[in-house]
């Protein structure tokens, strides 16, 4: 079960697309998973022979769970018609005991899209007879240090949360956090009675640990939305102390030099001035680094590519944020594409898992809804939210002249823990100098 | 293209952008962004469909004569043979 967002612990598998003897290759979609936001389309990250599907339609399971398994050396990789060949070592693959070698766990994702996957690097002899003491699965564990090698001290520290609180999930702590709900009450339904998210809106709800899973209506969906947004963003709200800088941007030259270009393409091909405001915030995110990441314990750890966060504000209530990976390496009409893309599957409940991966920085453009300026709420772990209101005409000194010029508010929301104020205003500036030359997008 | 033809068209359009959408308490003058709350997007959407269904290009700058259903329906009668050319 990959991770499909910061927030999400489980899911419900909903759908095989794909079924065991069947012939698969990396980003085939071959399940549909619910979430509390959305049903979702998951791709597989390897190619190979499906095995066996392991978890049931309807079933609840974890993040992390293992969903199929895989026979990798069965098929050979696309385009490479039927020789035989080795099969390729799978990368940013966690060290794994030598067990059924060929066997590959059908999906990798870590379960915190923001952390590093696990390096290769193994303990040394003494964490490992300590972690047999402590009767610890040393491959389940993430080291702290550099390079992700488990030490000494993780293990004490894990050992010493085992035995003075019960486990809980992440998003099931905030919830809980949230609700005012005392952890020690709540009876856990998951493996080993760890204390799941559900469990908490059980208890705060008022109501009693319930067995089975049904299916997850319209009104239940809404429901699960808002509390997952308000989980996201109290969390937001309480760890992240905000700073906001605001700035006029001229779109004079971006305007009609989209005016120009839209009279030779294809209608439905025409480009939209929030094409070049996301393209323009992506390029500017790259040429600031210090924006362009997330906050984790303690410290930012920048991203290497610029995964822009899209908000869209869905027609029956809420939020989902799919990503434009490596978005600064896009052209114009390549955004386009991509915006109206996923725009329209958002809406329609049919995105895919590697979509809703974690953005680097997330833009929030509130133009067709007419508001002036975005002061956004930061997306943890995140430390920036740009923030784009209506383009309009209005007022505007040129030359020494008063003009008449389409205007937009560009904003910026961003973590004080990670950057201060000049570094923010580095990107609006930058924004601004973009957008300047839309020829160049 | 007759208004009727013109009328119907438009709703069909609209429908597939918007599918639960009332078209039948819509005023005639009322301003379709705001009241179906299209975004930029869905208006590229509802232009492109148009042009397709229609059988001519809409220009960019002729967009904002879809602004209502009295407006669009006046527009692609003017645009077509019904328009009396």
């Given at each position: 079960?990959?991770?499909?967002?910061?927030?999400?612990?489980?899911?419900?598998?909903?759908?095989?697309?794909?079924?065991?003897?069947?012939?698969?290759?990396?980003?085939?979609?071959?399940?549909?998973?619910d979430t509390a936001k959305s049903a979702?389309?998951?791709?597989?990250?390897?190619?190979?022979?499906?095995?066996?599907?392991?978890?049931?339609?309807?079933?609840?399971?974890?993040?992390?769970?293992?969903?199929?398994?895989?026979?990798?050396?069965?098929?050979?990789?696309?385009?490479?018609?039927?020789?035989?060949?080795?099969?390729?070592?799978?990368?940013?693959?966690?060290?794994?005991?030598?067990?059924?070698?060929?066997?590959?766990?059908?999906?990798?994702?870590?379960?915190?899209?923001?952390?590093?996957?696990?390096?290769?690097?193994?303990?040394?002899?003494?964490?490992?007879?300590?972690?047999?003491?402590?009767?610890?699965?040393?491959?389940?564990?993430?080291?702290?240090?550099?390079?992700?090698?488990?030490?000494?001290?993780?293990?004490?520290?894990?050992?010493?949360?085992?035995?003075?609180?019960?486990?809980?999930?992440?998003?099931?702590?905030?919830?809980?956090?949230?609700?005012?709900?005392?952890?020690?009450?709540?009876?856990?339904?998951?493996?080993?009675?760890?204390?799941?998210?559900?469990?908490?809106?059980?208890?705060?709800?008022?109501?009693?640990?319930?067995?089975?899973?049904?299916h997850r209506a319209d009104g239940q969906r809404a429901t699960d939305m808002r509390?997952?947004?308000?989980?996201?963003?109290?969390?937001?709200?309480?760890?992240?102390?905000?700073?906001?800088?605001?700035?006029?941007?001229?779109?004079?030259?971006?305007?009609?030099?989209?005016?120009?270009?839209?009279?030779?393409?294809?209608?439905?091909?025409?480009?939209?001035?929030?094409?070049?405001?996301?393209?323009?915030?992506?390029?500017?995110?790259?040429?600031?680094?210090?924006?362009?990441?997330?906050?984790?314990?303690?410290?930012?750890?920048?991203?290497?590519?610029?995964?822009?966060?899209?908000?869209?504000?869905l027609?029956s209530g809420g939020?989902?944020?799919?990503?434009?990976?490596?978005?600064?390496?896009?052209?114009?009409?390549?955004?386009?594409?991509?915006?109206?893309?996923?725009?329209?599957?958002?809406?329609?409940g049919?995105?895919?898992?590697?979509?809703?991966?974690?953005?680097?920085?997330?833009?929030?453009?509130?133009?067709?809804?007419?508001?002036?300026?975005?002061?956004?709420?930061?997306?943890?772990?995140?430390?920036?939210?740009?923030?784009?209101?209506?383009?309009?005409?209005?007022?505007?000194?040129?030359?020494?002249?008063?003009?008449?010029?389409?205007?937009?508010?560009?904003?910026?929301?961003?973590?004080?823990?990670?950057?201060?104020?000049?570094?923010?205003?580095?990107?609006?500036?930058?924004?601004?100098?973009?957008?300047?030359?839309?020829?160049?997008? | 293209?007759?208004?009727?033809?013109?009328?119907?068209?438009?709703?069909?359009?609209?429908?597939?952008?918007?599918?639960?959408?009332?078209?039948?308490?819509?005023?005639?003058?009322?301003?379709?962004?705001?009241?179906?709350?299209?975004?930029?997007?869905?208006?590229?959407?509802?232009?492109?469909?148009?042009?397709?269904?229609?059988?001519?290009?809409?220009?960019?700058?002729?967009?904002?004569?879809?602004?209502?259903?009295?407006?669009?329906?006046?527009?692609?009668?003017?645009?077509?043979?019904?328009?009396?050319?």
């Open positions: 079960m990959p991770s499909l967002g910061a927030d999400m612990d489980e899911g419900t598998l909903l759908e095989w697309l794909v079924k065991p003897g069947d012939t698969i290759h990396r980003g085939d979609i071959v399940a549909v998973v979702v389309e998951v791709e597989c990250f390897a190619d190979g022979i499906v095995e066996a599907l392991v978890v049931d339609p309807g079933q609840v399971v974890p993040v992390g769970a293992v969903l199929a398994r895989l026979d990798e050396n069965g098929a050979p990789p696309e385009g490479s018609g039927a020789e035989p060949v080795k099969a390729a070592p799978a990368p940013e693959k966690a060290p794994e005991p030598p067990r059924e070698p060929p066997r590959e766990r059908l999906h990798e994702q870590p379960h915190e899209p923001a952390l590093p996957a696990m390096a290769a690097a193994a303990p040394s002899p003494l964490v490992r007879h300590r972690a047999h003491e402590l009767g610890i699965d040393l491959a389940t564990l993430q080291g702290s240090r550099a390079g992700g090698v488990v030490h000494r001290q993780d293990l004490e520290a894990l050992a010493h949360r085992a035995v003075s609180r019960p486990r809980v999930s992440p998003l099931a702590r905030r919830l809980a956090e949230t609700a005012g709900v005392d952890l020690s009450t709540v009876p856990g339904t998951g493996a080993d009675g760890a204390i799941r998210a559900d469990d908490i809106r059980r208890v705060a709800a008022g109501g009693a640990p319930a067995g089975e899973t049904e509390r997952s947004i308000a989980a996201l963003m109290s969390r937001s709200k309480r760890e992240i102390p905000h700073y906001y800088l605001s700035t006029t941007v001229d779109l004079h030259r971006t305007v009609e030099w989209m005016r120009e270009r839209n009279r030779e393409l294809p209608v439905g091909e025409r480009l939209v001035p929030s094409a070049a405001l996301l393209s323009a915030a992506a390029r500017a995110a790259r040429e600031v680094p210090e924006l362009n990441g997330h906050w984790v314990d303690g410290e930012f750890r920048p991203a290497p590519d610029v995964d822009l966060g899209l908000i869209l504000s027609r939020l989902l944020a799919p990503v434009l990976k490596a978005a600064d390496t896009l052209d114009l009409s390549q955004v386009m594409a991509l915006m109206r893309d996923l725009t329209r599957r958002a809406r329609a049919r995105l895919r898992g590697s979509e809703l991966s974690q953005p680097s920085i997330s833009v929030s453009n509130l133009g067709d809804q007419g508001v002036e300026s975005v002061l956004g709420v930061i997306y943890p772990p995140q430390v920036a939210l740009v923030g784009f209101g209506a383009v309009a005409p209005r007022p505007w000194a040129v030359d020494g002249l008063l003009g008449i010029r389409p205007l937009v508010t560009v904003t910026l929301a961003a973590d004080h823990r990670a950057t201060d104020a000049a570094i923010g205003a580095r990107l609006l500036k930058a924004i601004g100098r973009i957008l300047a030359t839309p020829e160049e997008l | 293209m007759t208004p009727d033809q013109a009328r119907t068209m438009l709703e069909a359009t609209l429908r597939e952008i918007v599918p639960d959408a009332d078209l039948s308490t819509l005023a005639p003058g009322a301003d379709l962004r705001d009241t179906f709350e299209l975004d930029s997007l869905d208006f590229v959407e509802l232009v492109d469909r148009l042009s397709t269904r229609a059988g001519f290009r809409i220009e960019e700058d002729d967009a904002d004569g879809l602004r209502s259903v009295e407006a669009a329906t006046r527009f692609l009668v003017a645009h077509t043979d019904g328009g009396g050319r």
